[in-house]
């Protein structure tokens, strides 16, 4: 504390450092040409009085605002909200403040977030998109920097962060065979419509088998929440053959699925085997626990905001950057 038993300032840190107040900002910002004594000292100074940076008063002498926005479908939803709370930690260690927004699948608003429309300006928008088109990319105004998510493949015109989908559902599906399960079936909203990239890795682990895809496995969900998941479930139950193993576009849809096998008598995984996507944290206290594919939720919040704040720093090409993820066996599979 001050002197004056007020927050320290910038010039009590000087004074207290014997150095230029210039000094004290190029600590402060990092730059790098301060002698390592003369940066000791400072930092020495700044720890003692307790010094915080008035970030606003940085920020607008950048011409930034230290605002970034993170626009999701719902929070809803545990995978958004778990990515939220990463990205949270984030910012905080990258010095911004993080504005949450949700779209509720609205194609307008995506695109009023698209275009960083947020009623107070913002230095760079992360953008989670259910709506969005190729044209809605190409017609795009803002120059804002922009990193979106998801699991489309995005024009190269934007920079994108995400997993590899194909092989992670391959690798899902291919664990189910491995355990000796043959007739694996697969649910999600558009499973007949060939577009989806979760659907396109149960395509091809069928195919790396040897296995014949049977059309009549592609079970279509109105959503992926659980309730849908439920009705999943049921219709499997009764399907004539039914299936022995059932991969999930999400973690949500399969814990429904697995509550409407287990009420039509089924048990889990012995009657039939149940994985899921995104590695939710209810999955983990489910009963049975969920076998899951589970993204690095903490990387993609990192490099996402990253990527923006790069972009916002320095003139940077768009960039595709794919974010790890793992197979995590639990007892739905058996």
Not at 181 to 198: E, L, Q, Y
Not at 307 to 334: I, N
Request: hydrophobic letters at 45%.
């Amino acid at each position: 504390m001050s002197a004056e038993g007020q927050r320290p300032r910038l010039v009590d840190v000087a004074k207290l450092a014997g150095v230029s107040m210039r000094t004290v900002s190029n600590v402060v910002n990092d730059y790098p040409h301060v002698a390592d004594a003369t940066r000791e000292r400072v930092e020495r100074a700044i720890s003692e009085l307790g010094y915080r940076p008035n970030l606003v008063a940085r920020n607008l002498a950048s011409g930034r605002t230290g605002l970034v926005a993170l626009v999701v479908p719902r929070l809803e939803m545990p995978y958004f909200a778990s990515l939220a709370q990463q990205m949270l930690e984030v910012a905080e260690a990258e010095g911004v403040v993080l504005v949450v927004q949700q779209t509720h699948d609205s194609h307008a608003l995506e695109l009023k977030a698209l275009e960083g429309r947020f009623g107070q300006p913002i230095d760079g928008i992360v953008l989670s998109s259910t709506t969005l088109t190729d044209e809605d990319i190409a017609r795009r105004r803002s120059r804002l920097p922009l990193v979106l998510l998801g699991d489309r493949v995005w024009p190269e015109s934007v920079s994108a962060v995400a997993i590899d989908q194909v092989e992670a559902a391959k690798a899902a599906v291919a664990h189910l065979f491995s355990l000796g399960r043959r007739r694996v079936a697969v649910v999600g909203p558009g499973v007949s419509g060939g577009s989806n990239a979760r659907w396109r890795g149960w395509v091809q682990a069928h195919e790396e088998a040897g296995v014949t895809v049977d059309p009549a496995l592609q079970v279509e969900s109105e959503g992926i929440s659980g309730e849908h998941g439920v009705a999943a479930g049921v219709h499997i139950a009764t399907a004539h053959p039914r299936p022995d193993a059932v991969f999930c576009f999400t973690d949500w849809l399969a814990l429904g699925v697995i509550r409407g096998l287990q009420r039509a008598g089924l048990s889990v995984p012995e009657d039939v085997a149940v994985v899921g996507f995104d590695d939710i944290p209810y999955g983990r206290a489910s009963n049975p626990t969920l076998t899951t594919i589970s993204p690095d939720r903490g990387q993609i919040a990192a490099v996402a905001l990253r990527s923006v704040l790069d972009q916002g720093r320095v003139t940077t090409p768009p960039a595709r950057h794919e974010a790890s993820w793992r197979l995590v066996v639990r007892e739905s599979s058996g």
